[in-house]
């Protein structure tokens, strides 16, 4: 038996969407880290995406050959999904999804299956994002320790666990238009209707993405181990709920963890436009960094009133628009005119470092999605946000941004989105005197998060619990 087959030995399989691999990479880096071998799998056609983007189209690469220079044991391999290389997986996403819970399945009991063929001792344990609705089966029948990473927060996990308790009480589904308090959910103190995930209301309770998150949670249930990209000391209250039923660690935010080498490992699904040199020329904290995440849709109004918001505004800002941000192949034209009327300004890019831009001392506030690796990130580098949730769980994430840890607003709470509005409130908020407030607050939130990584801090004394009882269970 060779040396790595005698230690332990994990298989990584993540969805293919931008908020899940980053997440799934760092984890991969820190379980390597701590002497585990892992053998991280791609679905072929992002591995391809990712080649394409950023090895000029060269398939071969191994992109944790430089993680593996640097002494960690990390194979990278890639498997198929049930669908061709060029299908459009974002623009088919529920055909896409469907698919996946239906005949993914037996493609990777099949995979597993082969990796164990030469040596049923070989993997100890998967870990599988929660939002995949096999691992159970899989892994009781190859007899692996079933690991489970959520990469969202701990409050939508506690209301995606109780959707059924959400059911009995008449919120699953839940009118889309009910103002009501939920305090009946363990762990959650009180959260309005109007803040549910997405995919609880009424209007998309039989979509693919809610049928979904229902099996998942079940299969979640039966998971050895929950790890959280969250920390206990933001969300207590929902963690040592969850901890009743099952281990949950929250061992957040990962892709902060310490001495972690995240810059070995390309996850960017676009290259990256630099935003340093023109920040550079901005005074600091005058500059509003907006951004949607990697792929929620928006439309050509919304993108409209926001161009003119920006310019009415007069704030300087970073936008990034990313390529397919309208969804159904539109482009996403700004309005003419736009760029010569913002001038120095606005920086309008495709895709760009977003921690980098977020750490730069010139950037001041975040017009953000409230995507949850948006949210952690701009929390870590002490950015005040103004929320403006579009779908999935981004309302949850914003109410706990605003409401909870008061470092946050809403942008047009009161559901209009027009270019006078939208500009009157980034123009406050920049320039109020509640950012002040803000600020303190979310300097406040950095340092929390910036302790529970350091040795000793919850985050890094949860991971090494983890693992702890990982092995204990695998021996
Ligand atoms: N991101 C980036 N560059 C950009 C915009 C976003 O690197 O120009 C990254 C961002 O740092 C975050 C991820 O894309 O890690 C988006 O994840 P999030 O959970 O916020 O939103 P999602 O894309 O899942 O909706």
């Avoid at 819970?101 to 099949?110: C, H, I, K, N, Q």
């Avoid at 995949?132 to 990469?151: C, E, G, H, I, Q």
């Avoid at 933001?234 to 061992?251: G, H, K």
Wanted: charged fraction near 20%; hydrophobic fraction near 40%.
């Amino acid at each position: 038996m060779g040396e790595r087959q005698r230690k332990v030995h994990g298989i990584m399989i993540c969805v293919p969407y931008q908020g899940h691999l980053s997440p799934f990479v760092d984890l991969a880096l820190k379980l390597a880290s701590n002497g585990i071998v892992i053998t991280f799998v791609h679905l072929e056609f992002l591995h391809r995406k990712l080649c394409d983007t950023h090895y000029a189209n060269k398939t071969d690469v191994d992109l944790f050959s430089k993680a593996r220079e640097l002494g960690l044991d990390i194979r990278c391999t890639t498997m198929t999904d049930p669908f061709p290389l060029d299908f459009d997986r974002d623009a088919n996403f529920n055909e896409y999804w469907e698919a996946m819970a239906r005949d993914f399945p037996p493609l990777v009991d099949e995979f597993v299956g082969n990796i164990l063929a030469s040596d049923r001792d070989m993997l100890h344990f998967l870990v599988a994002d929660t939002v995949y609705s096999w691992p159970a089966a899989v892994t009781r029948k190859y007899n692996l320790v079933n690991v489970s990473l959520w990469t969202q927060s701990a409050l939508v996990y506690c209301l995606g666990y109780h959707w059924d308790l959400l059911q009995q009480n008449g919120h699953f589904p839940c009118k889309d238009v009910a103002d009501e308090e939920i305090k009946y959910v363990p762990g959650v103190e009180s959260i309005n209707t109007k803040d549910l995930i997405a995919y609880l209301k009424q209007s998309q309770c039989e979509s693919v993405i809610s049928r979904a998150s229902r099996l998942q949670f079940e299969q979640a249930k039966m998971a050895d181990f929950v790890l959280h990209n969250t920390v206990e000391e933001l969300e207590p209250q929902a963690l040592s709920a969850l901890n009743q039923y099952m281990p949950n660690y929250a061992v957040g935010p990962l892709n902060f963890s310490q001495n972690l080498p995240t810059n070995t490992v390309t996850t960017s699904f676009w290259s990256k436009s630099d935003c340093t040199t023109w920040l550079g020329s901005k005074p600091p904290g005058s500059v509003l960094y907006v951004s949607f995440g990697s792929f929620v849709h928006t439309n050509k109004q919304v993108l409209e009133e926001l161009a003119y918001g920006l310019l009415l505004s007069q704030v300087n800002f970073v936008w990034v628009i990313r390529q397919g941000i309208l969804g159904d192949g539109a482009t996403s034209e700004l309005p003419a005119g736009f760029r010569e009327a913002v001038k120095e300004r606005g920086l309008v890019v495709g895709w760009c470092d977003q921690v980098e831009a977020l750490s730069n001392p010139a950037v001041g506030g975040f017009l953000t999605h409230s995507g949850w690796n948006s949210t952690l990130e701009s929390m870590w580098c002490g950015v005040p946000m103004i929320c403006y949730p579009i779908g999935f769980d981004q309302p949850c994430n914003s109410k706990l941004v605003v409401a909870d840890w008061k470092i946050g607003i809403r942008l047009c709470e009161d559901g209009s989105l027009d270019r006078e509005n939208v500009a009157h409130e980034i123009q406050s908020f920049m320039g109020g005197g509640d950012l002040e407030r803000l600020r303190q607050n979310v300097g406040r939130v950095s340092q929390i998060m910036k302790n529970a990584v350091e040795t000793d801090g919850s985050s890094k004394t949860n991971f090494d619990r983890f693992l702890k009882d990982l092995k204990a269970k695998i021996r």
